[in-house]
């Protein structure tokens, strides 16, 4: 994520939390939450498409919806932007050990939105292998369960403490 700048959210809602995030580079960015869930987008899949280091190549049309960032603003930026605070960060560090060891990830990430909303995705992420070379990763999220929401944040919270 070096030397990657992150678009930065539009000016908080009054009610906004703000939260310095420290990521893996060093580097850090304030986000700003707000205690609202976005309803799944019935019948879609959310689709994105990174390349080896985590900038996003594609996003399909219930990812833009969902996250509130135009195409424009996701295409070329760290996927890392839908970071959101209550994640732990060994949630991630198993994550990117997982899929840069070959492997299929899944697991339940709870999303940043533009504005600060949240939603909750089942999501499976998988290395990109063209002729042998990594290339990339594809992230497909599901509408989770609410009782897989459930066990998560009390899993998510006590990973935090």
């Not at 420290?22 to 498409?49: F, N």
């Not at 930026?77 to 050990?97: E, G, N, Q, S, V």
């Amino acid at each position: 994520m070096s030397n990657i700048i992150l678009p930065t959210q539009p000016k908080p809602a009054a009610d906004a939390v703000a939260h310095e995030l420290h990521y893996w580079s060093g580097e850090t960015r304030t986000v700003y939450t707000i205690d609202e869930e976005l309803a799944w987008p019935d019948g879609h899949l959310i689709v994105s498409r990174t390349d080896v280091n985590g900038i996003i190549t594609h996003a399909n049309e219930a990812f833009v919806t969902i996250s509130g960032w135009t195409r424009d603003e996701l295409i070329g930026t760290p996927h890392c932007i839908l970071r959101h605070p209550d994640m732990p960060k060994a949630a991630f560090a198993d994550l990117w050990a997982t899929v840069q060891s070959g492997k299929r990830w899944t697991g339940y990430v709870k999303n940043l939105t533009k504005n600060g909303a949240y939603y909750w995705v089942y999501a499976t992420v998988l290395p990109n292998v063209r002729q042998g070379k990594l290339e990339g990763y594809s992230s497909i999220r599901r509408k989770p369960s609410r009782t897989k929401i459930e066990e998560m944040k009390k899993i998510y919270a006590e990973m935090r403490d």
